[in-house]
Antibody, heavy 123, light 110 residues
């Protein structure tokens, strides 16, 4: 079955950095777009970034553009999110999420979610 | 670009039907059929309920249906059950290639 296992969350000071990882299994990693979606405590869902199956298309939410970098490693079936210059408002549960595609074209819905990794930005 | 607009809460009695609206613009819902809906129970991971406006993933009850008219998408739940009580989020692809979620709707089954 599909498994998405996030790691790398934790407590970091404002201005600091973290790298989130997501190990994928149970499906053909290269057939799917992958995304990061976050949820601040007690708040709604916020899409953060997606990367296409071949890593040729990468898009970020305005709130993280220039600070976060998404990447993927086909050999390791892994997704990453490098987060720099973190702010208090980045505090959230970060979910690694699979997004189906049709060929190389995204379909922009999210069908399998990891359990999430919590990022807390606080001094 | 801002989040899609959903009502903060809706409620219904068991057996009844409810509809949750999700209002966007011509730059998202009005142009693209990449509208999806997610159910989230407290403390749980979101679950895909509807994709591409009207499609139900395998395993999702046919009591859940989606539709779209103009810039507004809707999720309808018929035959309401206690286990449907949850938060529901819509999402849409946008003209600037980003994705936006609605603010979420808390469904209460009375």
């Amino acid at each position: 079955q599909v498994q998405l296992l996030e790691s790398g969350g934790g407590l970091v000071k404002p201005g600091g950095s973290l790298r989130l990882s997501c190990a994928a299994s149970g499906f053909t990693f290269t057939d799917y777009y992958m995304t990061w979606i976050r949820q601040a405590p007690g708040k709604g869902l916020e899409w953060v970034s997606y990367i296409s199956s071949a890593a040729t298309v990468i898009v970020y939410a305005e709130s993280v553009k220039g600070r976060f970098t998404i990447s993927r490693d086909t050999a390791r079936s892994s997704l990453y999110l490098q987060m720099n210059n973190l702010r208090a408002e980045d505090t959230a549960m970060y979910y690694c999420v699979r997004a189906p595609s049709r060929g190389r074209v995204g379909r922009y819905f999210f069908d399998s979610w990891g359990q999430g990794t919590l990022v807390t930005v606080s001094s | 670009q801002s989040a899609l607009t959903q009502p903060a809460s809706v409620s219904g009695s068991p057996g009844q039907s409810i509809t949750i609206s999700c209002t966007g613009t011509r730059n998202d819902i009005g142009t693209y059929n990449f509208v999806s809906w997610y159910q989230q129970h407290p403390g749980k991971v979101p679950k895909l309920m509807i994709y591409e406006v009207t499609n139900r993933p395998s395993g999702v009850s046919d009591r859940f249906s989606g539709s779209k008219s103009g810039n507004t998408a809707s999720l309808t739940i018929t035959g309401l059950r206690a286990e449907d009580e949850a938060d529901y989020y819509c999402a849409s692809y946008t003209s600037d290639t980003t994705v936006f979620f609605g603010g979420g709707t808390r469904l209460t089954v009375l």
